[in-house]
């Protein structure tokens, strides 16, 4: 595993132990990482779709 593949490590907070403005952050920092999932889908996604389209010609 490199760095760049190691799970974030966060501390677990209730929800009802945050403030508003750590609430509205935590969302904030959320949007981005779902943001970055969404990428690596549609960038893994076009890998398969060459891999299909170079090794399973009809």
Known sequence: MTFDEEPIRT??????DMSIQELKERIEGLKGEIAACEQAILKKEATRKAAEAAFFKS
């Open 11 to 16: 501390v677990k907070r209730g929800l009802d």
